[in-house]
């Protein structure tokens, strides 16, 4: 019988990088991201027959769980959450080898008992297996976690050859510098920086994956990506929604920690990098770390590169939303920001002189993430008289999230006896070129974690660069307390002071 029929999960492998025998142990399994995320990502690989034979997977949490109601959970999880229809012979495949371990994150005790049961596996296999540990818990038991998968010996497991254990890491990263410092420090004291995969999950998107295939697979492009040609960059991630039943969360961190340093400053990276030599994962990394590097210290305070404010009262959706302030959980007088905008100058022979305008916040006019490439003007010699000319810039657009695509903003004669212009739009979307049932963020990244591809992760020298970007201005907001601190209605694009950025300099922001 031939592999693909004793293996299920085996047919289709040779389309894609296989991943070997592996064991994904889920910490924080009975957490939102686990049953929103991760047990659907998990199902939908073996829906596309991209595990491997011997795949197996054990939650590990503080709440006692029988194997069979974690089971349970796990498969009202991909009902609830999976972007296709659920298949229960792929289901039952999985779930054959899905076990569950109960124990704190700093019980010593537990973490052997987990050992036991990997070695447990490797004996009944009669084979080894490579270890991936996914930490799916709030950054206060990163710590000990990785303390205990090194005392278990579990972070050291066939750590002299392919199947090496490997551990995940959820964002945060750290709260500012030394937070990252530190955390780092922890993680190298148990792994190698080569077994280690910070996640960030815009990277997993496809039209951020997109950016380098636009950039370097385009001769059109690459030639016009710099300062001579391009005159702005503008960056936006918006959402619609408040902080919600978040509140507590969101007093302690904000927009900057959780959207510009990690989420929108890796756009900036891609967007910006010099070509890598390769697509090795650490050429492109390397090349990431080269870019953030250039990035020129911000000027804070009146008139300087940084706007900050909360949102206000106001109609999101047809509906009355209330302010920050009045959201459940919140300070009256707190000084957490909603919304961040930074204007950006990289100090390279590549950007000299080019503006990168980055914005993030809550309660704005619609969820959308944007990268937006603004051309110069084309000298106005021919058609820069007369109001029969509607002429604009061009612009490429990358639309991460909804509707994943790009479009391009060109100019265009208006048909008719005479020469009128006005701009036009040329757009591609992923989901009516390519159906709308593309694989998530996390199916990537998980996949990519089992077979060792670290090119859509964060490397740790690469989050600290951000975070010693973004730590003064945290500094200076902490010192300022609630001055300066703008306002905007909820449902708008942002307060006055984020249209100051780009006005001090000629710009405004684009509407996505």
């Not at 142990?25 to 659907?40: E, H, M, N």
């Not at 209605?489 to 000629?506: D, I, M, T, V, Y």
Request: glycine share 8%; charged share 25%.
């Amino acid at each position: 019988m031939a592999d693909s029929q004793r293996h299920p999960f085996l047919h289709g492998l040779s389309k894609h990088r296989g991943a070997p025998p592996t064991v994904v142990v889920i910490f924080g399994a009975s957490g939102d991201l686990t049953a929103r995320k991760l047990i659907p990502a998990v199902y939908n690989l073996g829906a596309d027959n991209l595990l491997p034979a011997e795949f197996f997977l054990i939650g590990y949490g503080r709440k006692d769980i029988p194997d069979e109601e974690f089971r349970q959970l796990a498969g009202d999880a991909i009902r609830e959450f999976s972007r296709r229809e659920p298949d229960q012979d792929v289901w039952d495949r999985i779930a054959a080898h899905t076990t569950y371990v109960a124990g704190g994150y700093d019980d010593a005790e537990a973490f052997k008992r987990l050992a036991a049961h990997i070695d447990d596996i490797e004996r009944k296999l009669g084979r080894e297996v490579q270890s991936l540990f996914y930490i799916s818990t709030p950054p206060s038991v990163f710590a000990p976690i990785l303390r205990n998968l090194g005392a278990a010996g579990l972070a050291r497991r066939h750590f002299d050859g392919p199947l090496h254990a490997r551990v995940v890491i959820e964002k945060p990263f750290g709260r500012d510098l030394a937070s990252a410092r530190e955390l780092n420090h922890t993680i190298r004291a148990v792994f190698e920086e080569h077994q280690v995969y910070r996640i960030d999950h815009y990277l997993g998107k496809e039209t951020v994956q997109d950016l380098l295939v636009q950039r370097f697979a385009n001769a059109i492009f690459e030639p016009l990506w710099n300062r001579n040609y391009i005159e702005s960059v503008q960056i936006t991630v918006a959402e619609d929604v408040g902080v919600g039943t978040r509140g507590g969360y969101y007093e302690q961190s904000g927009a900057l920690r959780d959207m510009i340093q990690n989420h929108t400053m890796q756009l900036l990276a891609l967007t910006a990098m010099e070509p890598p030599v390769s697509l090795d994962a650490e050429a492109i990394r390397d090349e990431k770390v080269k870019l953030l590097q250039a990035i020129q210290p911000l000027r804070l305070g009146p008139d300087g590169d940084v706007a900050r404010a909360q949102y206000a009262a106001g109609m999101v959706g047809g509906k009355a939303v209330p302010g920050f302030l009045e959201e459940e959980g919140i300070a009256a007088d707190s000084n957490t920001e909603t919304f961040a905008a930074l204007r950006l100058s990289i100090n390279n022979w590549r950007w000299q002189g080019v503006p990168f305008y980055l914005r993030s916040g809550k309660r704005m006019a619609r969820r959308v993430s944007e990268i937006a490439i603004n051309f110069r003007r084309p000298p106005g010699t021919l058609f820069a008289a007369g109001a029969k000319f509607d002429l604009a810039g061009n612009t490429l657009a990358f639309q991460i999230q909804p509707d994943e695509g790009l479009s391009l903003i060109l100019n265009a004669k208006i048909p008719g006896l005479e020469t009128r212009t006005q701009p036009v739009k040329m757009s591609f979307r992923y989901a009516t070129t390519f159906g709308s049932n593309t694989p998530e963020a996390y199916e990537r990244l998980v996949l990519d974690a089992m077979i060792g591809d670290g090119t859509l992760f964060i490397r740790g020298d690469e989050a600290e660069t951000s975070w010693k970007l973004c730590t003064p201005i945290l500094e200076s907001w902490a010192e300022a307390g609630r001055a300066g601190m703008d306002s905007y209605a909820a449902g708008s694009w942002g307060p006055p002071a984020s249209e100051a950025l780009p006005a001090r300099h000629g710009h405004h922001w684009r509407q996505p």
